[in-house]
């Protein structure tokens, strides 16, 4: 990454000697007076150096006639030793020890997603609030937290790897879709979107409210001390969220991938048994995505029946409908297993795939009960 720290100073020297302080490579040892002094060298005649604070970075201050202000300029050449919010907090150390505020960070060029979510972790761990939210505000806590908008506007859409390649594949997501469209869209005469979509939705919904009823708890007046307890399940919340939306498309795209095969060309002997191959390749994952769904609906339960059993009592009917919308994510998706099995020429794999399916429905009714008999009990 490459990244200046805006400096409240005008004096290129003391951004110098910041930038001096935290690199890897540090700054000439002297003799006597640390700025005067005589530079020591080894027996080669090459300088001897005190490394800086931060490894795997490189930085050395400038005034930046365009904005009035000097500057740490900083490349980190490996994000994975330095993080991003580490580099910030140890120039604000360091400049602060020489009577300098770092007021703002600017990043040049892109930036990967992975170190702006990092940073957005870690800023809400120091405020003790729950990391358990969606990933748009944990990157806005990231942009407020290093002052990324310091001299000019931070639009992530524009700055971050990932946002930009997202952009450039102009395919359309159901989950893009407002609710209106999304439901218009399945209630047309296309076969698809359809219920294992829909399934792969209901498992969301719980997953967001079991993550709901964790963050209203980590921020509950008097539970102070419980915030990270939430957060952690908040986190596992957003994660199966995240993978319950993926799966609101990817189902789609498994029954399109069956459509596709039926397009193919089937004139002669040769092109009949690819036709048949690449018909049951596409059948067996579009069996084996609403079996995902399932296993990933599932684990929904352990989140909301914590959240009816120690969250915060006035949100337990939200983790009651949780799981309500979770055993119908399972049971649904269950139904799509069965009916894309049935079209697998491997029996044997068929009848494997509807066992595991008919297991993780009886497990889900079980454990739906469970949180329900907590949650009535609650109320």
Not at 142 to 150: I, P, R, T, Y
Not at 198 to 215: C, D, H, K, P, R
Not at 224 to 241: I, P, T, V
């Amino acid at each position: 990454i490459a990244v200046n720290f805006n400096l409240n100073t005008t004096s290129t020297r003391r951004a110098n000697a910041i930038a001096f302080d935290v690199r890897e490579k540090g700054r000439p040892v002297r003799e006597g007076n640390p700025i005067t002094g005589k530079v020591v060298r080894d027996a080669d005649g090459n300088p001897l150096m005190r490394p800086g604070t931060l490894r795997a970075t490189k930085a050395i201050g400038w005034y930046i006639e365009e904005y009035g202000i000097a500057q740490v300029s900083m490349n980190i050449t490996d994000i994975a030793v330095t993080p991003l919010h580490v580099a910030f907090d140890e120039v604000c150390r360091k400049a602060d020890a020489r009577g300098v505020r770092v007021t703002g960070t600017e990043i040049v060029g892109l930036v990967p997603k992975r170190a702006l979510l990092e940073a957005g972790r870690y800023f809400l761990r120091k405020q003790r609030r729950s990391a358990g939210i969606a990933e748009e505000e944990i990157v806005r806590i990231a942009v407020k937290s290093m002052g990324l908008d310091d001299l000019k506007p931070f639009d992530p859409k524009e700055k971050v790897i990932e946002y930009l390649l997202e952009a450039e594949d102009q395919k359309k997501r159901l989950i893009d879709m407002t609710c209106k469209g999304f439901a218009e869209e399945t209630a047309s005469e296309s076969p698809a979107p359809g219920g294992g979509s829909i399934a792969a939705y209901m498992g969301a919904l719980g997953a967001a409210l079991g993550t709901m009823v964790a963050n209203l708890s980590s921020h509950k007046a008097g539970w102070d001390d419980r915030w990270e307890e939430f957060s952690g399940w908040a986190e596992k919340g957003q994660a199966l969220l995240r993978e319950l939306l993926h799966l609101v498309d990817e189902d789609t795209a498994a029954f399109n991938r069956i459509m596709a095969v039926f397009a193919m060309p089937k004139s002669t002997d040769e092109e009949k048994a690819a036709r048949s191959a690449a018909l049951q390749a596409a059948t067996l994952y579009a069996t084996q995505v609403p079996l995902r769904t399932m296993k990933t609906a599932f684990e929904v339960f352990a989140i909301v029946r914590a959240m009816a059993a120690e969250g915060n009592p006035n949100s337990v009917s939200d983790a009651g409908v949780g799981a309500l919308a979770a055993r119908s994510a399972v049971l649904g998706a269950c139904l799509n297993v069965k009916i894309n099995a049935a079209g697998l020429k491997d029996r044997a794999a068929a009848d494997a795939l509807v066992a595991e399916a008919n297991a993780v429905t009886a497990a889900a009714e079980r454990a739906e009960r469970e949180v329900l008999e907590i949650v009535e009990r609650k109320i």
